[in-house]
């Protein structure tokens, strides 16, 4: 199993700065990884596939980079809208699909 | 537009069982692999189980092996998870998404509560 891990748990960032969350995966995924977006009793959304594929409707200050083992999604100018959880997922090797356990992006 | 609505939720006590559905619109159900995914309460997401398209084939987690069965009527644009021999750490919210590696699209989820 490839266990996925996402630093750091928390970050704290004022609205209009740059949010960067990593994500390290335990041994190569390729470019295969996913990003999502979680906002407070919502299910999540699907933000990016393909390690910097964006999904449809998602706004241009969402980005991801990386490749085998590193992973970053950087969000460019925080809106208000954009304080959730985000969580990575590797679909390299599956069964089975895994998640990172996530990073909660708070308002600074 | 695309909606997953799950239902089948509820409490039920250690070692039933129960089934979830999830009715699929908006898009072409039946050409989409499709898969439960978990979130107990507080914590991350948890992959569950996934089915291929047509019914074909059909993986699960570790943890539910033996326990659920991921199922799907296309004529009926509906998923179902059936799950039995409950145990509390099922406890969660459960989602149905589609896609075939990574999840385009979401329900809204469905509560099961294990408890006596």
């Known amino acids: 199993e490839i266990v996925m891990t996402q630093s750091p748990a928390t970050l704290s960032v004022s609205p209009g700065e740059r949010a960067t969350l990593s994500c390290r995966a335990s041994?190569?995924?390729?470019?295969?990884l996913a990003w999502y977006q979680q906002r407070p009793g919502q299910a999540p959304r699907l933000l990016i596939s393909?390690?910097?594929t964006r999904a449809t409707g998602i706004p241009a200050r969402f980005s991801g980079s990386g490749s085998g083992t590193e992973f970053t999604l950087t969000i460019s100018s925080l809106q208000s809208e954009d304080f959730a959880v985000y969580y990575c997922q590797q679909y390299n090797v599956w069964p089975p699909i895994t998640f990172g356990q996530g990073t909660r992006l708070d308002i600074k | 537009q695309v909606q997953l609505v799950e239902s089948g939720g509820g409490v039920v006590q250690p070692g039933r069982p129960l089934r979830l559905s999830c009715a699929a619109s908006?898009?072409?159900?039946?050409?989409?692999?499709m898969h439960w995914v978990r979130q107990a309460p507080g914590k991350g997401l948890e992959w569950v189980a996934v089915i291929s398209y047509d019914g074909s084939n059909t993986y699960y987690t570790d943890s539910v092996k033996g326990r659920f069965t991921i199922s799907r009527d296309n004529s009926k644009n509906t998923l179902y998870l059936h799950m039995n021999s409950l145990r509390a750490e099922d406890t969660a919210v459960y989602y149905c998404?589609?896609?075939?590696?990574?999840?385009?699209?979401w329900g809204q989820g469905t509560l099961v509560t294990v408890s006596s």
């Open positions: 393909a390690t910097s």
């Open positions: 998404a589609g896609g075939v590696w990574y999840f385009d699209y």
């Open positions: 908006g898009f072409t159900f039946s050409s989409y692999g």
């Open positions: 041994q190569s995924v390729s470019t295969n």
